[in-house]
């Protein structure tokens, strides 16, 4: 089964369960929600998941501000997401708005996408692409568990981590095609909700380019 929600929506936004689902999909939208997608892309259709429904908060307590912030006057909820929903109310997320990196002719690119298919490649734990000097960047905590278990050269990292770049780029979109894998010796610092706080390691490699 699968589901997509937030906090604000008490939790649940959208969910199939096993014999519904949609592959690729975040679910089916709730029947007491509606959603739509502003600032879509001509191109693609993608832009902002929107949602309002009769589980969605009032507002954050005592903090006009920040409900301001997110919910509009009528009442949709601008969840930060950005994807599609079809017409048959399934959502397709493709990323966050404020992690979509704009490619050197425009395109849109959302570096989720690439960092779910590094994360299955061998001898990765978990990566992160980044933009530098116009070009993607990933870094990649190696999964140094399955490395001892399978004995694997350390020093012969670096090769390996060569040959996921040539088979990630093979599936991914030109645009979307990573320059350089930097190893990082340990885990990404993570919120409380156990997402990277991507914006140390944006702000840390543009301050330290080569």
Known sequence: TIGYGMTECAPLISYSNKNEFIPKSAGK????MEAKIIDAAPDTGVGEICVRGENLMSGYYKNP??????LDNEGWLHTGDLGTIDKDGNIFIRGRNKTMILGASGQNIFPEEIEARLNNMPYVMESLVIESNSKLIALVCPDYEAIDAEQVDQNKLAELMEEN????NAMVASYES???IQLFPHEFEKTPKKSIKRYLYSAGY???KE
């Not at 939208?29 to 007491?32: E, Q």
């Not at 770049?165 to 990630?168: D, N, P, S």
């Open 29 to 32: 939208l709730l029947d007491i």
């Open 65 to 70: 501000e920040a409900t301001a912030a997110i």
């Open 165 to 168: 770049r040539k088979a990630l």
């Open 178 to 180: 990573v320059s350089k």
């Open 206 to 208: 543009a301050n330290n």
